[in-house]
């Protein structure tokens, strides 16, 4: 049987974080062996934004090096940044056309980003149609999804059912993979909300990049309650936050008992056990950008035969002449 194959993407609109580390690049590691991986760094949705030029092309050179840091083998996993393979943005306008404007405009994300002030810009609305498009392009059979991404999931699906339906069988149809522990690793300031990349203050949120002082200086800092019983519970969403990381990151339960002063110094240990050795490395790798340039232009080349051919097929089933 042909190995499972795995879409994991990852926009450059901000440093990687813990949250990344724990929910998507852990598991990406850890199915390496079982799965035929692709870690996309989604440089196009970046665009879909007010955004800096520079800003883009340095976060996904730093995002290609944080991922080999932390143990991606490029061998096994290529790292592809998808602007490489122009094939995405070709199937994304073939999707469009088997995607209704509705559709597009009923998405909870484009909903919520498009309510902010200053001008929307199209590619917001069409996003979720290029993730379709970034997942159907490699034949994927698994994403993983966290909650806030099953509805772009489903739209994906609903495209591919209806394409392959109107024109003839085409895409294969993914599936969504759940991340483990950790799935969801909540904002140390906020914890009612995701720790994300561009969480206002940034004040809850780990960098895998973070000197070790800013990381301790978060943790110590983290909301907790008056509560002061170290559970999981959710009248308690802070601590049940700082139990799941120090899971996540070590495997452990905090020592019984503890206060959520030595909580916080156990769990600052263990990211600081699974950040250290990946900041050491991201260290060296960064002193020779060409060197993980030339790893995405392998990546790139590894997977476009992929991607021609899905293309290939598309366009012979719309209608176009080859
Ligand atoms: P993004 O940061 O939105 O580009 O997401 C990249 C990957 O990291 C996706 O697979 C997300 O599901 C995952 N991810 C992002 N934020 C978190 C978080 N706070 N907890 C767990 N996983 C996350």
Same mark, same amino acid.
């Given at each position: 049987?042909?190995?499972?194959?795995?879409?994991?993407?990852?926009?450059?609109?901000?440093?990687?974080?813990?949250?990344?580390?724990?929910?998507?690049?852990?598991?990406?590691?850890?199915?390496?062996?079982?799965?035929?991986?692709?870690?996309?760094?989604?440089?196009?949705?970046?665009?879909?934004?007010?955004?800096?030029?520079?800003?883009?092309?340095?976060?996904?050179?730093?995002?290609?090096?944080?991922?080999?840091?932390?143990?991606?083998?490029?061998?096994?996993?290529?790292?592809?940044?998808?602007?490489?393979?122009?094939?995405?943005?070709?199937?994304?306008?073939?999707?469009?056309?088997?995607?209704?404007?509705?559709?597009?405009?009923?998405?909870?994300?484009?909903?919520?980003?498009?309510?902010?002030?200053?001008?929307?810009?199209?590619? %917001?609305?069409?996003?979720?149609?290029?993730?379709?498009?970034?997942?159907?392009?490699?034949?994927?059979?698994?994403?993983?999804?966290?909650?806030?991404?099953?509805?772009?999931?489903?739209?994906?699906?609903?495209?591919?059912?209806?394409?392959?339906?109107?024109?003839?069988?085409?895409?294969?149809?993914?599936?969504?993979?759940?991340?483990?522990?950790?799935?969801?690793?909540?904002?140390?300031?906020?914890?009612?909300?995701?720790?994300?990349?561009?969480?206002?203050?940034?004040?809850?949120?780990?960098?895998?990049?973070?000197?070790?002082?800013?990381?301790?200086?978060?943790?110590?800092?983290?909301?907790?309650?008056?509560?002061?019983?170290?559970?999981?519970?959710?009248?308690?969403?802070?601590?049940?936050?700082?139990?799941?990381?120090?899971?996540?990151?070590?495997?452990?339960?905090?020592?019984?008992?503890?206060?959520?002063?030595?909580?916080?110094?156990?769990?600052?240990?263990?990211?600081?056990?699974?950040?250290?050795?990946?900041?050491?490395?991201?260290?060296?790798?960064?002193?020779?950008?060409?060197?993980?340039?030339?790893?995405?232009?392998?990546?790139?080349?590894?997977?476009?035969?992929?991607?021609?051919?899905?293309?290939?097929?598309?366009?012979?089933?719309?209608? %176009?002449?080859?």
């Amino acid at each position: 049987m042909a190995p499972t194959r795995r879409l994991t993407g990852f926009k450059p609109t901000g440093h990687l974080h813990l949250g990344n580390l724990l929910g998507a690049l852990r598991p990406l590691i850890a199915a390496q062996d079982r799965s035929e991986s692709i870690a996309l760094i989604a440089d196009l949705h970046a665009l879909t934004m007010d955004h800096e030029p520079a800003r883009v092309r340095a976060l996904a050179l730093e995002q290609a090096t944080v991922m080999l840091a932390a143990g991606v083998d490029p061998e096994r996993t290529p790292i592809v940044l998808q602007s490489h393979v122009t094939e995405h943005t070709e199937l994304h306008y073939l999707l469009e056309c088997a995607t209704g404007f509705g559709e597009a405009s009923r998405m909870i994300q484009f909903k919520e980003k498009s309510a902010a002030d200053g001008p929307i810009r199209l590619s %917001l609305l069409t996003y979720p149609v290029l993730m379709a498009a970034d997942i159907l392009l490699y034949d994927t059979d698994e994403v993983p999804v966290g909650e806030d991404q099953n509805q772009h999931l489903e739209l994906t699906r609903t495209i591919a059912q209806r394409f392959n339906g109107r024109y003839g069988e085409t895409f294969r149809l993914p599936g969504g993979v759940r991340p483990g522990s950790a799935a969801r690793v909540m904002d140390l300031a906020d914890p009612g909300t995701k720790m994300g990349k561009s969480n206002a203050s940034g004040a809850g949120r780990i960098g895998l990049l973070d000197p070790p002082e800013t990381v301790r200086r978060t943790v110590a800092r983290a909301v907790t309650d008056e509560f002061a019983q170290v559970r999981r519970h959710p009248d308690q969403p802070g601590v049940t936050n700082l139990i799941d990381i120090l899971a996540g990151c070590s495997g452990r339960e905090p020592a019984d008992p503890v206060s959520y002063g030595a909580l916080k110094r156990e769990v600052a240990d263990a990211i600081e056990a699974l950040l250290e050795p990946i900041r050491a490395r991201y260290a060296e790798l960064a002193d020779d950008p060409a060197h993980v340039r030339e790893i995405l232009a392998r990546g790139a080349a590894r997977v476009r035969p992929i991607a021609a051919a899905t293309v290939r097929r598309t366009r012979a089933a719309i209608g %176009l002449l080859d």
